[in-house]
């Protein structure tokens, strides 16, 4: 008579930890970022190159758009590819000082 292998439990695989909370945050301030400040960084530059694009308006404003509309992406694909939250924050930021400046300045000559 064989003797029969006794069937021994098997050990519970560890449970692999999900990706934490600052993971979660950090991509939910991305989104944020990519969603509201792209937009507002595109909408900024497209005021900016209206005001400043040597055409008729209705021209500068439609060329305006059209270019706006490029950097929209690119602002988005800038929060993701940053290396941190923070940093995809300040380059938007930094992108968008210089329109804002645009506007400020001639605020009166418009």
Do not use: N
């Not at 008579?1 to 939910?28: F, N």
């Not at 400043?52 to 308006?57: E, G, M």
């Not at 941190?84 to 418009?110: D, F, H, M, N, Q």
Request: charged share 10%.
């Amino acid at each position: 008579m064989q003797a029969q292998p006794t069937m021994a439990p098997v050990p519970a695989k560890p449970k692999k930890p999900g990706p934490g909370w600052r993971y979660r945050a950090g991509v939910a301030v991305r989104a944020l970022a990519a969603i509201a400040g792209g937009y507002a960084l595109s909408a900024a530059w497209a005021a900016a190159l209206a005001l400043t694009l040597p055409a008729v308006r209705v021209e500068a404003a439609l060329t305006a758009t059209m270019l706006a509309l490029a950097i929209y992406p690119c602002a988005a694909m800038w929060c993701f590819g940053a290396r941190t939250a923070p940093r995809a924050v300040a380059g938007l930021l930094i992108a968008g000082a210089l329109p804002a400046a645009i506007l400020l300045l001639s605020k009166g000559a418009a």
